[in-house]
């Protein structure tokens, strides 16, 4: 009986290992129309974007972080959209990084 339970943790075990991991939590890949400096504010950033992962502050700038990844047996991916606020909460900078394969094709051009 004991063999058969150590049998069974095991197998669970491996299951969860081949599983894969995640962090952050997904948010679609911004389209450059959709974030203007000046212009874009934080209500328009959470319809499109959802909710941010992360809050904080750059250079007494307030700033929100959408971040999502994963890491599969093909290997990991991960996406970061930063955007830093004016004092008015418009959109001041923002910046975005991914390695998930359409984001790849979609920003090499």
Partial sequence: MKAKAV???VVILAVA???ALQAGRVFPSPDPAQITANVTDKAALERVL???YQVGLDSGDQTWRWFYAEHG???EVSKDLTVRFNANGTVKSYSFTSNFPEDMRR???
Wanted: hydrophobic content about 35%; glycine content about 20%.
């Fill in 73 to 75: 047996s093909d290997g």
């Fill in 7 to 9: 049998v069974v943790a």
């Fill in 50 to 52: 959802g909710a941010p």
């Fill in 17 to 19: 290992g081949c599983a």
């Fill in 107 to 109: 920003y090499r051009k």
